[in-house]
């Protein structure tokens, strides 16, 4: 079992930034690979970026363009996203997931001026 509890959302004028943070639970976190998605009002779910156990290993949506970053500590357990150069269209409910059918809750993050 693992439990996923996002944070760090909030609300940022455009090109600023922003750190989430997904917080698990459960033994197997260290051997999961972890993604970020988001889901914008009246769109469908993408993935931002996924990240492989070790951290060795990342990928990222094409819309990225180099402006965030995903990382892990596997010693607490925690993803993170860090988010620059925030544009309108990065506005969505962020959520974590690990496969197996393992969602957060979400966190929203609004870019807006």
């Known amino acids: 079992q693992v439990q996923l509890v996002e944070s760090g959302g909030g609300s940022v004028q455009p090109g600023g930034s922003l750190r989430l943070s997904c917080a698990a639970s459960?033994?197997?976190?260290?051997?999961?690979?972890i993604y970020w998605y988001r889901q914008a009002p009246g769109k469908e779910r993408e993935l931002v970026a996924g990240?492989?156990?070790?951290?060795?290993?990342?990928n990222y949506g094409d819309f990225v363009m180099g402006r965030f970053t995903i990382s892990r500590d596997n010693a607490k357990k925690t993803v993170y996203l860090q988010m620059n150069s925030l544009k309108p269209d990065d506005t969505a409910v962020y959520y974590c997931?690990?496969?197996?059918?393992?969602w957060g809750q979400g966190t929203q993050v609004t870019v807006s001026s």
């Open positions: 459960g033994s197997i976190f260290s051997i999961k690979t």
């Open positions: 997931n690990a496969p197996g059918g393992y």
């Open positions: 990240i492989a156990p070790s951290g060795g290993t990342t």
